[in-house]
């Protein structure tokens, strides 16, 4: 079981680099941007739509890490009572599974969508990158997100040691 959690946790390391090269392009065309339009009065034309593509990169590329790792923002109004009771596992493995699962409906909806626009044809406005290619992007991290989040839902019912060895 080590060696699975050895290999996801070398396997984490490309879609974080995916995101932080993406932030870096954003960065630099961002400031790149900000001094042609001050400077020269000549905007880089295409920065809205490469924004909205690098934005989608940076977050849906490291959506499975956030969801698996506990990225995300919590609630923790509930916790006390599943302490007390020592259920706090059961309420993981729980929230884990039914997310996961609950993951494959935007995941069906955004490939459908991207056909959509692979069959119209629809590129961007500037570059003409095509649209399907970056809901195609969007579906399959989703996919992956749901794929991570129900097997960590299943190693918190079936091997809580594993989580708790690899948390270490």
């Known amino acids: 079981m080590s060696v699975l959690i050895q290999l996801a946790r070398r396997l984490s390391i490309i879609p974080v680099?995916?995101?932080?090269?993406?932030?870096f392009i954003l960065m630099v065309m961002t400031f790149c941007d900000v001094i042609l339009r001050s400077a020269f009065n000549a905007p880089i034309?295409?920065?809205?739509?490469?924004?909205?593509?690098?934005?989608?990169?940076?977050?849906?590329?490291v959506l499975p890490i956030v969801s698996v790792t506990?990225?995300?923002?919590?609630?923790?109004?509930?916790?006390?009572?599943?302490?007390?009771?020592?259920?706090?596992?059961?309420?993981d493995a729980l929230i884990y599974l039914a997310s996961g699962i609950m993951l494959i409906w935007p995941v069906q909806r955004v490939w459908i969508l991207a056909e959509r626009a692979r069959g119209y044809g629809?590129?961007?406005e500037y570059l003409s990158i095509?649209?399907?290619?970056?809901?195609w992007f969007?579906?399959?991290?989703?996919?992956?997100t749901a794929l991570a989040m129900v097997i960590v839902g299943l190693m918190h019912v079936f091997s809580p040691a594993a989580l708790r060895n690899s948390a270490e």
């Open 17 to 23: 680099m995916t995101a932080c090269s993406a932030l």
């Open 45 to 61: 034309e295409a920065a809205t739509e490469l924004t909205r593509i690098l934005m989608a990169i940076m977050v849906f590329s």
């Open 70 to 91: 506990n990225g995300h923002i919590a609630v923790d109004l509930t916790d006390g009572i599943f302490h007390r009771y020592r259920l706090s596992r059961a309420r």
């Open 122 to 124: 629809d590129v961007t």
């Open 130 to 135: 095509p649209v399907y290619l970056i809901g």
């Open 138 to 144: 969007i579906a399959v991290a989703t996919a992956i």
